[in-house]
């Protein structure tokens, strides 16, 4: 039987929760998140899993979002167990390609992913997407540079993107 080590921890945008397995991090719930949420996720994805809370497998995950949530990390080094449809997945791999203070369209997805008309389904699996900040889905926005939607509000994607863009060089970094 598969075990989901699951961990809530505090963020300076509110408490999160993260839960891996032993192929790594699966699934990340922001602060306010909408959506299915992780009984959602754990049902479809993992339905015969026991949850087990445990600090201990989560703690890189935990400690690397902190430190990106404090602009002290532009990239994470994670193992990761990413439970999605193939479309899910291309879409996600176009979204890791995306570099820190950057953004890209809905229909620059659609396009990376070899579906130039698939817009819409790019914002579902942006929507959909199970680990919100590692898989950078705040770094996407409407042609013309509208927000649009995201799981954990649009507040916090406006702090994530204004942390982004007004970070230094990383050169700068400690």
Known sequence: MEIVHTALFDTPHG?????????????LALPRQSGRGFEGWLRRHAPEARCR????????AIT???????????EFDLALDLR???FQKDVYS??????????????????RVG????????????GANPIALVVPCHRVV?????????GGGLALKK????MEHSAPAPGDLL
């Open 115 to 126: 579906r130039p008309r698939a817009v819409r389904a790019v914002g579902a699996a942006n």
């Open 159 to 162: 702090r994530l993107l204004a």
């Open 64 to 74: 690397q979002i902190c430190e990106f949530l404090e602009g002290k990390r532009r």
């Open 53 to 60: 809370e445990a600090w201990a497998p989560n703690k890189s």
């Open 84 to 86: 999605a449809t193939s």
């Open 15 to 27: 408490p999160m929760k993260v839960a891996s397995t032993g192929r790594g991090l699966a699934y």
């Open 94 to 111: 176009a979204l890791l390609e995306i570099p820190y203070g950057e953004t890209r369209s809905y229909a620059d997805i659609a396009r």
């Open 142 to 150: 409407q042609t013309g540079g509208k927000l649009g939607g995201y």
